[in-house]
């Protein structure tokens, strides 16, 4: 499945019940709405950064993603394993 569009999502005038979905190819609607609401969510409180580098996690990661890229999932996982 490819990834969500970065730029798909906005969001609605009256956040956080509405939010505007837009410009996916797959997948269904409800899901998406949701994926979108969590995001939005994390991303408008502050809380979407990646736990190893501090550095923002991009909007094509899982909605519950809690690191910003592969390297940093690994990272930590080594640095647990010491």
Do not use: S
Not at 8 to 32: D, M, T
Not at 54 to 76: L, M, N, Q, S, W
């Amino acid at each position: 499945m490819p990834e969500p569009d970065p730029n798909g999502i906005e969001p609605g005038e009256n956040w956080p019940r509405g939010v505007l979905v837009y410009h996916w190819p797959c997948g269904n609607k409800r899901h998406r709405n949701a994926r979108a609401q969590r995001i939005l969510k994390n991303a408008l409180w502050g809380e979407w950064y990646c736990r190893e580098c501090g550095d923002p996690v991009p909007f094509t990661r899982r909605a519950d993603a809690i690191y910003c890229r592969e390297a940093c999932r690994k990272k930590a996982a080594r640095r647990r394993a010491e």
